[in-house]
């Protein structure tokens, strides 16, 4: 599957975003779709996860409770909703497919191998 992110910008802290990941392919809703993010200097890191049926949701601790995982998948599409975001929200955001990924490697990198090209999300202070 290829996807496409998108609606990264730059926000004020304690503003929202939403960013959204586009497929392209077929059986979408068989994928499960991550959202990485990476900052300056830092390694990729996960944020949140959602599976095919949108049974499993998995955050975060950094993120639970002000980001929102969902998906449509008639359109498609992964969303993040991100409120009450922090300076150290600051990043590249990533998304990330997979058919196959367990339970317990959710939140591994190495678990996924169809990237999006990352959307840039900015939060000043």
């Known amino acids: 599957v290829q996807l496409q992110a998108s609606g990264g910008g730059l926000v004020q802290a304690g503003g929202s975003l939403r960013v959204s990941c586009a497929a392209s392919?077929?059986?979408?809703?068989?994928?499960?779709i991550t959202w990485f993010r990476q900052a300056p200097g830092k390694e990729r890191d996960f944020v949140a996860t959602?599976?095919?049926?949108?049974?499993?949701?998995i955050y975060a601790d950094s993120v639970k409770g002000r980001f929102t995982i969902s998906r449509d998948n008639v359109e498609k599409t992964v969303y993040l909703q991100m409120n009450n975001l922090k300076p150290e929200d600051t990043a590249v955001y990533y998304c990330?497919?997979?058919?196959?990924?367990?339970?317990?490697?959710?939140?591994?990198?190495?678990?996924?191998?169809?990237w999006g090209q990352g959307t840039q999300v900015t939060v000043s202070s």
């Open positions: 990330a497919a997979s058919r196959s990924v367990i339970l317990s490697a959710l939140r591994t990198i190495e678990s996924y191998s169809d």
């Open positions: 959602i599976r095919g049926s949108s049974s499993t949701r």
């Open positions: 392919g077929r059986a979408f809703n068989t994928y499960t």
